[in-house]
């Protein structure tokens, strides 16, 4: 990283198919609406279970972006 501030979020990405989707659809999402994302850390995975199944799958994704100044 360059000198400077740094912010620190997190989001919940969530997807039917995989947990790589679920962190995807997480950045890209915040990417919308936060500039300058500069890292996206994985920092838990879980699923959700209906019926004795996965119906989902869930990544929490921990962003960081530069403040301005």
Do not use: H, N, P, Q
């Not at 039917?16 to 300058?36: F, H, M, P, Q, T």
């Amino acid at each position: 990283m360059t000198e400077g501030v740094y912010k620190i979020v997190e989001v919940v990405g969530v997807s039917e198919k995989s947990w790589e989707d679920a962190g995807r659809k997480a950045v890209e999402a915040a990417s919308g609406s936060i500039r300058d994302l500069r890292v996206a850390e994985v920092v838990k995975l879980d699923m959700k279970v209906e019926g004795g199944k996965v119906a989902a799958f869930r990544a929490r994704v921990a962003l960081s972006f530069k403040l301005e100044a």
